[in-house]
């Protein structure tokens, strides 16, 4: 069984850019979450979703960051614009309920 | 204010070299402890969860233990692929639908032959 897919897995652009990440949670789990990791600040959750709707988005940097799950099996992280201090590893993970969350592999983003 | 706390930062182990990560936390309404493990490059990985102080959990070489304050995750003969960061979470007060976990800064391990 595939486990969360999240794409590109490597992400290098400019400051100013829009970015957008990509995340594909487990089929049949209805919470997925985005996580952001730094060496500064280790692990972080930024937002995240029940049954597609988002629930606690206090993690959330600024109004640069949008989160958006159109569908059961689709979300997005946008950054837009983009900055050096967003540069980090980000995860997505899905869980059923409150069930044990599962991560994806991670998008490392670099902002020149 | 809510938090968790793990030691050592690094940790270095010969193989066969018993050890414990220790996670120590003040969390009000905990409502679950949470063992990851980390590989480079890759996303945590779940080892174990508990939820009542003196439940204890084991899985290979590894045994996740609770108390009302801490956590410890005992590594008997580790062998090098054991090798990885640790990480410890907690969830904490009604969420909702899904669990809020917040995480410790990890305990990096190495094991050498």
């Known amino acids: 069984d595939a486990g969360v897919i999240q794409s590109p897995r490597h992400e290098v652009t400019e400051m100013g850019q829009e970015v957008t990440l990509r995340c594909k949670p487990i089929?049949?789990?209805?919470?997925l979450f985005w996580y952001r990791q730094t060496m500064m600040r280790g692990l972080e959750l930024l937002i995240y979703f029940n049954n597609n709707v988002p629930i606690d988005d206090s993690g959330m940097p600024e109004d640069r960051f949008s989160a958006k799950m159109p569908n059961a099996s689709f979300s997005t992280l946008k950054i837009q614009p983009s900055e050096p201090r967003d540069s980090a590893v980000y995860f997505c993970?899905?869980?059923?309920?409150?069930?044990?969350?599962?991560f994806g592999p991670g998008t490392r983003l670099t902002v020149l | 204010e809510d938090q968790v706390t793990q030691s050592p930062e690094a940790l270095r182990l010969q193989e066969g070299e018993s050890s414990s990560l220790n996670c120590s936390y003040t969390?009000?309404?905990?409502?679950?402890l949470f063992w990851y493990r980390q590989d480079p490059g890759k996303g945590p990985e779940f080892l174990f969860t508990?939820?009542?102080a003196g439940e204890e959990k084991e899985k290979e070489r590894l045994k996740a233990t609770l108390t009302k304050k801490e956590s410890f995750l005992h590594i008997t003969a580790p062998k090098p692929e054991d090798s990885a960061t640790y990480l410890c979470a907690f969830v904490a007060g009604i969420t909702g639908g899904g669990n809020k976990l917040t995480f410790g800064t990890g305990t990096q391990l190495k094991v050498e032959l």
């Open positions: 508990l939820y009542s």
């Open positions: 089929s049949g789990h209805n919470s």
């Open positions: 993970a899905s869980s059923h309920g409150a069930d044990t969350q599962y």
């Open positions: 969390v009000s309404g905990l409502r679950g």
